[in-house]
Nanobody, 122 residues
Framework: QVQLVESGGGSVQAGGSLRLSCAVS????MGWFRQAPGKEREGVAS????????DYADSVKGRFTISQDNAKNTLYLQLNSLKPEDTAMYYC???????????????????WGQGTQVTVSS
């Protein structure tokens, strides 16, 4: 079964930055999600890999950037101006093609990684 592999998590102070990576290729729609302890998983960002168009949750807009490097088969999430409320396990995910090129972090993604922990201290 296809599995995605995330890396790049860690512990930083508020205001700091991290870059998450995900080894993946061949999907038209990719996304990043996060889940904090005691909370439901939430979408963070998504990218339609054919057009390059991206979408962000309001909570991270202007601070996080999703990008892809096709040559390296890698998806990235740049996290800047981190806040303690960004602390969570972050997951990379892919959406398989079902007849539409729609891609949004609110959609149903079906391929998931194991996650990488991001901890932001105040």
């Amino acid at each position: 079964q296809v599995q995605l592999v995330e890396s790049g998590g860690g512990s930083v102070q508020a205001g700091g930055s991290l870059r998450l990576s995900c080894a993946v290729s061949g999907y038209y729609c990719m996304g990043w999600f996060r889940q904090a302890p005691g909370k439901e998983r939430e979408g963070v960002a998504s990218i339609q890999t054919i057009s390059g168009s991206s979408d962000y949750a309001d909570s991270v807009k202007g601070r996080f950037t999703i990008s892809q490097d096709n040559a390296k088969n890698t998806l990235y999430l740049q996290l800047n101006s981190l806040k303690p409320e960004d602390t969570a396990m972050y997951y990379c995910a892919a959406k398989t093609f079902r007849g539409s090129l729609r891609c949004h972090w609110g959609d149903d993604f079906d391929i998931w990684g194991q996650g990488t922990q991001v901890t932001v201290s105040s």
